[in-house]
């Protein structure tokens, strides 16, 4: 998935993504009652 990412992205917006991904890997680990967003943020930053 993260390839996949990379391809549709430029190098900065990837990066972006990886960190937002990080951020909310680590909120759900805080507040495990929350649902797991991480996965959906590379793809809302893909978006145009």
């Given amino acids: 998935m993260l390839d996949a990412t990379q391809d549709r992205c430029g190098p900065v917006e ?3 993504a990886a ?3 990080e951020h909310f890997a680590m909120q759900c680990l ?13 793809v809302l930053v ?3």
């Avoid at 805080?30 to 590379?42: D, F, I, L, M, S």
């Fill in 30 to 42: 805080e507040h495990p009652g929350r649902r797991p967003r991480a996965r959906v943020a590379p």
């Fill in 14 to 16: 990837f990066a972006g």
């Fill in 19 to 21: 960190e937002k991904v």
């Fill in 46 to 48: 893909c978006q145009p």
